[in-house]
């Protein structure tokens, strides 16, 4: 059902667990729909994410697409991590299963989530995580 | 690595004795049953043979009448449930279930309701039971079928099928019982419980898949689910899978003949996991009735995770388990068994189910309880959810 590499991301999480001195944290998802992802950055003066880190709630491709997020966005620019989507999470996982595509757009909104904070606290506004109840209510597949 | 395979009420091994028995109906008695001759005969003679074999595992009276061989456990449940509609419609259009049947029983019903008839869909208890009570009080003079499960298929609950069957004979409604769960592994009487139809699969008892079998009380008439041939009394056409047939046969004389050595010793085993999974691991909950269950069903809650990670975890410990969780079905909604039960959605998410089979060892369980505990701490260290 799933790749080889959503496998190795399962089974070996890059980046995963809570970042010291994050200045960027963002959750998105529920627990009714059953993921959740929060994703925390530490970027520098610079405007580059030094470190970055997640928890994830979820299936398997939830904490695969996570933990390829972060590591597609790991020593870029804001600007470029902005520009993440979840076909470009697809794409290095190596494909998805059609009913696990949400998660890829869960990762991206995370890591949206996790921006949004780091501009909002600059401005010196933001609670410690920017927290995003989403839900993604698709059509079912089709039965049998 | 240790390869440890809990997951029988998804299906089991095979049977060699009923590989054995099954082997010479592929390449030497191949005839077709309907044939008049002796190849032919030799095939009719096998699938009379395990005809009777299943209606002395249930206690029925008449093989030849009573016993019907299907395609599966689904394709009973569908036989009984728009057969018994068709034909009994000017009686009425009234049918009662629950909540927590096997799908194939539950969107039957829905396919029933966009035809016109009334479902009434008794709701379960935190346990997953319903009481003969709450199915007295459900019928109605235009009720033509009561259809409750034996065993549930996820949490294993046993309903009071006997009870059931008490009230339904009493108010003079048939009563079916989807016991594909529950056959081979718990005792079953049709004639003692006044069961009127029972619906079976021979791969949850250590039989071949893509056989089952209905046992339908002499008297009752079910129009055919698939036409075009005069097998089974016209009740299902289609050559006979006699293979299989003769495997379905095999199987039940051998699961319901050892149940009085089986069930205890599974039913160690089943709560040894039940007592050392909340002893090894905090926050989890047993879903199911904790005596009420069939001998092989393991069933918890593992807060703050989510069960398909728990199951690819699992597996690459070299444990095949199951799960309630959505994400195992392909859809985004938990078992409909756990909410029914009134579980929230972020606990049924977190499910696991483990079923033990004939041939499960101490060893296994062991293995399994010494592996679980890690996983779940490792899960819970990347979960947002839980804080220590």
Do not use: W
């Amino acid at each position: 059902m799933y790749t080889e590499k959503v496998m190795d991301h399962f089974a070996h999480p890059r980046n995963m667990g809570e970042v010291e001195g994050a200045n960027g944290v963002g959750m998105v998802g529920n627990a009714k729909c059953g993921d959740i992802m929060q994703m925390f950055l530490k970027v520098n003066d610079d405007g580059i994410i030094e470190d970055v880190g997640f928890k994830t709630f979820g299936c398997g491709a939830a904490v695969a697409t996570s933990s390829m997020a972060t590591e597609l966005i790991k020593g870029k620019s804001i600007d470029e991590a902005l520009k993440l989507t979840n076909s470009a999470v697809v794409e290095a996982l190596e494909g998805l299963p059609p009913a696990k595509l949400h998660c890829s757009v869960l990762a991206e909104e995370a890591v949206r989530a996790a921006i949004d904070n780091y501009y909002a606290r600059k401005e010196g506004k933001a609670e410690e995580c920017n927290t995003v109840t989403t839900g993604h209510e698709e059509e079912k597949p089709a039965e049998d | 690595m240790r390869q440890v395979y809990m997951d029988n009420a998804a299906t089991t091994a095979l049977n060699k004795e009923v590989l054995e028995a099954m082997t010479p109906y592929f390449t030497e008695i191949y005839g077709n049953p309907s044939s008049l001759h002796t190849p032919g005969q030799l095939a009719h003679k096998a699938v009379a043979n395990a005809r009777q074999q299943v209606a002395k595992a249930l206690g029925a009276e008449d093989a030849e009448r009573e016993i019907i061989f299907t395609g599966g456990g689904s394709e009973a449940d569908n036989m009984v449930l728009l057969g018994i509609a068709q034909r009994y419609q000017k009686k009425g259009k009234h049918i009662i279930t629950t909540n927590v049947e096997h799908h194939a029983v539950l969107y039957t019903c829905q396919r029933l309701e966009k035809m016109g008839y009334e479902v009434t869909y008794l709701p379960v208890d935190e346990y997953g039971r319903i009481t003969a009570q709450q199915v007295a009080d459900a019928i109605r003079p235009d009720t033509i079928l009561v259809s409750v499960m034996f065993g549930n298929n996820e949490v294993g609950t046993l309903m009071p099928i006997p009870e059931i069957g008490a009230v339904c004979r009493e108010k003079g409604v048939f009563f079916h019982t989807d016991a594909v769960q529950a056959v081979g592994h718990v005792h079953i009487n049709v004639k003692e419980m006044n069961i009127d139809m029972l619906s079976l699969s021979a791969h949850k008892f250590h039989g071949p898949k893509g056989v089952g079998a209905l046992y339908v009380r002499k008297g009752i008439v079910i129009p055919a689910l698939i036409t075009g041939g005069a097998q089974e009394h016209n009740k299902r056409a289609g050559t006979e899978n006699v293979p299989g047939i003769v495997g379905l046969g095999k199987a039940i004389e051998l699961a319901c003949g050892s149940i009085d050595e089986n069930a205890p010793r599974m039913t160690r085993l089943r709560d040894k996991l039940i007592t050392r999974i909340p002893e090894l691991i905090p926050e989890v909950k047993l879903n199911g009735h904790p005596t009420e269950r069939l001998p092989g069903n393991v069933n918890f809650s593992i807060k703050y995770i989510e069960g398909e990670s728990i199951l690819l975890m699992l597996d690459l410990n070299g444990i095949a388990a199951s799960s309630g969780s959505a994400c195992t079905s392909g859809s985004l909604d938990p078992s409909h068994v756990l909410l029914a039960m009134g579980l929230p959605h972020e606990i049924a998410h977190g499910s696991l189910r483990l079923t033990l089979g004939d041939d499960t060892t101490e060893e296994d369980v062991d293995y399994v309880l010494e592996v679980l505990p890690a996983i779940v701490k490792r899960l819970r260290a990347m979960s947002p959810l839980y804080h220590e």
